[in-house]
């Protein structure tokens, strides 16, 4: 084999471009990686899950029962003072301007639902008689104590009770929460006291409106794939 200063050159350009080729790669891998891990870490929660409780009139519900129909989940106790009433008129007024927005429609995708974590006290005539003070689509549900700690173990809910004078009298610290649940049951977000009731319409609108013009396209490319076939 000859030897030419050339043929030196152009291996060692060709070696050097290898290398590069081979360094950019492997970062661009890296920097892919890290955005997928960035993703994940600020993802949607696994929050949710399905539940069994009794509605306000001491009928078994389960999550099944909801879907199809956006909600608005809100977890209290009726004795609360003053915490849960604010937050539930705060949850009628985000349905009342969901209402406004999208007009009867809404009657089928929105519905405000409120969770009691004090079983003992809170009966499903107690829960039908608290919720008749707030939006008149809400639901009411309740449960043994085992049901309501495991639909609170799946949204991550906070409670505790606090100091007793005796088994009737008592308050209950929680967190204040409310859940913004899909159609299909799973969890969309979350939103804390700060939040205003103006606040949280507009993020559930938006993600209405979303999910009403992903269901609308969806619905034309299946149009558009049965002309197809019945073109053929």
Known sequence: VQFTWRSTFFTV??????????????NRKESESRA??????LGTPRLGGPFELVDRKGKPKTDQDYRGEYLLIYFGFTFCPDICPQEMEKQT???ELLDAEF???AILVATPVFISIDPKRDTPELVDEYCTEFHPRIAGLTGTQEQVKKVSRAYRVYYNEGIKTDD?????????IHYFVG??????DFFGKNMTAKEMAEKMRARIVQD???????KQRRGVESADEDDD
């Open 168 to 176: 009737t009298d008592y308050l209950i610290d929680h967190s204040i």
């Open 103 to 105: 007009g009867p429609v």
């Open 36 to 41: 997928i891990t960035t993703s994940e870490r």
């Open 13 to 26: 350009l060709v070696g050097g471009f290898c290398l590069w080729y081979y360094d950019h790669l492997k």
């Open 183 to 188: 159609k299909n049951g799973k969890f969309i």
């Open 93 to 95: 007024r985000v349905i």
């Open 212 to 218: 009403a013009e992903k269901a609308k396209n969806r």
